[in-house]
């Protein structure tokens, strides 16, 4: 089990892992070992998780959602397999903590006060005075 907030925990059946070889710097380590991690996890048919929750991780996961609702994670950042299975299963558990956080509560309209309405055109007939004395002075003398 893979304990992910205090209501949410997911089998480790849930979660398959794939390697392959990975591309950038270790020398002949790169093309001798499999370090490079893919990360499947089928959000959609997943039992632990609630629906809501299912449907927020979805929105979330954009580009790594397949059409089937399966999330993908590719993490070859690390030289070795291990490093790199703990941080693709690390990427996952953040991505299910922030889409179980409810979503904030919806703004209510508010209507400004009089005062701050008066206080906003005195400031603008302030600045249309200041703009005013820029002006060129006209020859009324």
Do not use: C, Y
Request: glycine fraction near 6%.
């Amino acid at each position: 089990m893979i304990r992910v907030t205090d209501r949410i925990a997911l089998h480790d059946w849930e979660i398959v892992e794939e390697f392959a070889r990975a591309s950038g710097p270790g020398g002949q380590n790169v093309q001798k070992v499999e370090t490079a991690v893919r990360l499947r996890f089928d959000a959609r048919n997943s039992p632990s998780l609630m629906d809501d929750v299912k449907a927020r991780l979805m929105r979330l996961a954009g580009s790594r959602l397949t059409k089937e609702g399966v999330i993908l994670i590719d993490a070859r950042r690390h030289r070795t397999q291990e490093r790199n299975r703990a941080d693709a299963l690390d990427r996952l558990v953040t991505l299910i903590r922030v889409a179980a956080e409810p979503p904030p509560p919806p703004r209510k309209k508010t209507r400004p006060t009089l005062a701050s309405k008066l206080r906003r055109l005195a400031g603008k007939k302030q600045r249309g005075d200041v703009k005013a004395l820029r002006a060129k002075p006209t020859g009324n003398l």
